[in-house]
């Protein structure tokens, strides 16, 4: 029996931590796959595959593609990519600290570990900011569909791809904004989480999913993150294809219409990659689309 990754449904985890890995030169893949199937619950650990890692592999996955590096009036949004995206999930970070360690291990000699950010859930479920982060979510069957291929005569039923970006906040430029300001940007009254009248450029109006055609729905699996210094939010979304993300942050960056979302104020992304999500069959991760 194939199923997706049960963790890109369930609700956020209290902790978080995000491994990004990039294939040495020369190395063959395989064999760390091969074992990397075998550790992958995708609940504990959800597992997604890159561009370059299925190159590498010499195998295709429709639908897949390099992350867009977009440029609009006065943002950039960068694509940093990466061959193999881990997103470790618990309660508990120095558990994730030990277990990210094995995954590296087991991953070796084939895979170097290139990134990675710890995250974690502030009060419930808002970004640093303080505002609530993905309340236009779909939920139920609605969800299924938004995250994961559905066509069952698809070789990749079940599947999902997500599309991950790092931003970085300017938390002392957001703090020095009067709370009218602030709600602007965002759409929301942060109180009540109440939509208001907002100007063209908040960030609801950017990306209502609902006003695109097609709709542009997506699961999104959000988490705020620190380093001690910097911080942020990494912003995960997941689909049954990278189309519907794709439409949102081109209205966001202001290719559509030359407004580019309020969020660009106070916050910017300093990463972006895009990934293939297998499903599991029996437990393990069924890499039968790739050849594996």
């Avoid at 995708?42 to 390099?66: C, E, F, K, M, S």
């Avoid at 940007?185 to 063209?200: K, L, Q, S, T, V």
């Avoid at 450029?201 to 055609?213: I, L, M, P």
């Avoid at 219409?257 to 599991?280: E, H, K, N, Q, V």
Wanted: a negative charge; charged letters at 25%; one cysteine or more.
């Amino acid at each position: 029996m194939t199923s997706i990754q049960p963790g890109i449904l369930q609700p956020v985890p209290s902790h978080a931590r995000y491994l990004v890995f990039v294939l040495e030169n020369g190395s063959d893949p395989r064999p760390a796959l091969e074992r990397l199937r075998e550790s992958v619950d995708g609940d504990t650990v959800v597992a997604g595959l890159g561009p370059a890692l299925l190159a590498a592999l010499d195998a295709r996955v429709d639908g897949l593609r390099p992350f867009p590096a977009l440029t609009g009036p006065g943002v950039e949004i960068p694509a940093t990519h990466g061959a193999l995206w881990l997103w470790l999930r618990g309660d508990d970070r120095g558990v994730l600290l030990h277990r990210g360690r094995e995954l590296e291990q087991l991953l070796a000699p084939a895979f170097t570990l290139d990134d990675v950010v710890d995250a974690f859930v502030h009060a419930d479920c808002r970004d640093l900011t303080g505002y609530e982060d993905g309340t236009e979510n779909p939920e139920g069957d609605a969800a299924v569909s938004a995250a994961s291929v559905t066509d069952t005569s698809s070789p990749l039923h079940g599947s999902s791809f997500v599309a991950v970006q790092q931003w970085l906040h300017d938390l002392d430029a957001f703090d020095a904004m009067d709370r009218a300001t602030q709600d602007a940007a965002i759409g929301r009254h942060r109180d009540d989480n109440e939509e208001f009248d907002a100007p063209p450029s908040a960030h609801v109006k950017r990306t209502a999913q609902e006003s695109f055609d097609p709709e542009a729905f997506v699961l999104r699996r959000s988490m705020p993150w620190t380093d001690g210094i910097n911080s942020g939010l990494v912003f995960v979304a997941f689909g049954h294809s990278l189309d519907a993300f794709e439409a949102q942050l081109r209205r966001m960056t202001g290719l559509d219409d030359g407004i580019t979302d309020a969020l660009f104020t106070f916050t910017r992304p300093i990463s972006g990659a895009s990934y293939w999500c297998p499903t599991l069959r029996d437990g393990r991760l069924d890499l039968d689309p790739i050849g594996l």
